[in-house]
């Protein structure tokens, strides 16, 4: 894949990555990085036109599968995953697409977290079981139930960490182990921490998948995704797909992640500490009965996200509100979310506009009500992904319909 990166010292931080690593500037020596909005790139002559679909010879040919503005995408995100490559997709769940079309066949075996993103195990279970994959769903935290899944056949490991809308924590770390000694990948959807909190490939993943719709570009405008692994990989297995399949990431929405990426430290920084601000405060308040959040020392797994996090708890909230039973529950979310004046109604995360939403009714409306009983998302539950306003005025948009529970 051509991809000249633009000349850059040595040993640069993750920060400075973020907002240098790109390819190399055109001509015309613009500072920020150009879009290349062309569906194909002309070739000097026929000779040279063969070499480059041959792939003997570096060159951009056709933006459903090299373009440079895309390429920059990449390879800042790679940077910053400290990742060898990365290759972008559609969405986030294009990017998942891309990676089981790229790894799996009939006949081979995924063992994959329960609580991963409810059209992850769609995809795995329904449409690559139909054709002969097999899954087994195992329990987020014990890594027993991992182990007692692998199989001869097994080839991926799939986790999510934290999880949406519990923020339950795994142990990448181990989890690559087991992984390794079945003779499996482990593949990690990075997407609630990003980069600028969890690495997952320092740890041991082998692959690392993001919905850029998220945190990377930040402010809630593109659909997005990105597979990020080695160049081996990237060229032997996954290329060959996005060249075949065509679940390509358009450069307009690449360029909006692209610049995305700079910002992403600082906002992940900010909007962290607001959502720790606002979970001790959640805690305390007499009408929640529960807060799910990683930087909470009540959270089971506090000491293993702070490891592996970088000492924060992300920028998503859950907690459970008061009320006996499912309706009274479910009429007491519903109160404190209509009561919001500020806050967005809607199921997307990652923006830095405060969002608000009752997973029980949205994000797992799908589930019947005892696999939503079974996964812990009770109608009490409430998810808010805090982004950039005031805490104060976060919390005061809150104790509206808090206050009167
Ligand atoms: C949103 C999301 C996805 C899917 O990403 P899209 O860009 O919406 O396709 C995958 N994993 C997680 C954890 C998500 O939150």
Not at 221 to 232: H, K, P
Not at 337 to 358: M, P, R, W
Request: hydrophobic residues 40%.
């Amino acid at each position: 894949m051509p991809r000249t990166p633009k000349p850059l010292p040595e040993g640069l931080h993750p920060d400075t990555l973020a907002v240098r690593a790109a390819v190399e500037r055109s001509q015309y020596g613009e500072n920020a990085e150009a879009l290349y909005l062309t569906s194909s790139f002309t070739q000097p002559d026929s000779e040279t036109a063969a070499r480059r679909f041959a792939g003997e010879e570096e060159g951009y040919i056709y933006s459903r599968f090299t373009n440079p503005t895309v390429a920059s995408m990449e390879m800042r995100l790679a940077a910053m995953e400290g990742m060898e490559g990365a290759i972008a997709a559609a969405s986030g769940m294009g990017a998942i697409l891309l990676l089981c079309m790229g790894l799996l066949k009939a006949g081979d075996h995924v063992v994959c977290s329960r609580s991963v993103f409810g059209s992850t195990i769609k995809l795995i279970a329904g449409e690559f079981g139909k054709f002969g994959v097999e899954s087994s769903f195992v329990s987020q935290t014990d890594l027993a139930e991992w182990k007692a899944a692998m199989r001869p056949n097994t080839r991926l490991l799939f986790a999510e960490t934290p999880t949406n809308p519990l923020t339950e924590v795994c142990d990448i770390r181990a989890l690559a182990d087991i992984a390794h000694d079945g003779g499996a990948l482990l593949a990690v959807d990075n997407c609630f921490c990003t980069p600028a909190l969890q690495q997952p490939a320092r740890l041991g993943a082998d692959i690392v998948v993001h919905s850029g719709t998220k945190y990377l570009d930040g402010q809630g405008r593109v659909i997005a995704g990105a597979v990020c692994a080695s160049q081996q990989l990237i060229r032997d297995k996954l290329i060959p797909v996005m060249r075949s399949a065509g679940i390509t990431l358009s450069p307009f929405n690449a360029w909006v992640v692209l610049k995305g990426l700079e910002t992403l430290g600082i906002r992940m920084e900010a909007q962290s500490q607001r959502a720790l601000e606002l979970a001790r405060w959640l805690e305390a308040h007499p009408a929640v009965e529960r807060v799910y959040y990683p930087g909470l020392e009540s959270h089971p797994q506090h000491a293993l996200a702070m490891r592996q996090q970088s000492g924060k708890g992300g920028a998503v909230v859950s907690f459970d509100v008061k009320g006996q039973d499912p309706d009274t529950a479910r009429r007491n979310a519903f109160s404190v979310i209509d009561a919001t004046q500020l806050l967005s109604i809607t199921a997307n995360l990652g923006d830095v506009k405060s969002i608000i939403t009752q997973p029980a009714s949205t994000s797992h409306g799908r589930l019947t009500e005892a696999q939503r009983q079974a996964a812990g998302i009770r109608q009490n539950l409430v998810r808010v992904a805090v982004g950039l306003e005031h805490l104060d005025d976060i919390k005061a948009d809150l104790a509206r319909g808090l206050d009167l529970i």
